[in-house]
């Protein structure tokens, strides 16, 4: 048996402004639209991960989900030039990555990450 995906599912009475939210934050692109579920994507193949954490690192509280992205810098700005609340500031992590905390429509928190070269 091999996991093909994992896909988070977000429950929302307003799938509209969480899709939108995920639209503009990270350029996603609507792979699958049923009106009551809307599944984003990136267009990108990656492989399935599942997060098991008793605290986020650093210690700040584990995130609902994280996020890699080729550029943490331009979305921070995107964020921030939207308005979205920043949790965690933008870091340098110990283990490698760049990083920062935004709280999406529904109050769930990402992790938006891009490991350091």
Known sequence: MTVLRIVANLATPDVDAVRTFY???L????????GWLVTLGSGAEHRAQLGIAREGGSGTPVPDLSIEVDDVDEVHD???????EIVYPLTDEPWGVRRFFVRDP???VLNI???KA
Do not use: I, N
């Open 23 to 25: 639209e503009e934050l």
């Open 106 to 108: 529904v109050g769930k």
């Open 27 to 34: 350029d996603l692109e609507v792979v699958m639209d049923h």
């Open 78 to 84: 995107r964020a921030w030039l939207e308005g979205h």
């Open 113 to 115: 990450l891009s490991h």
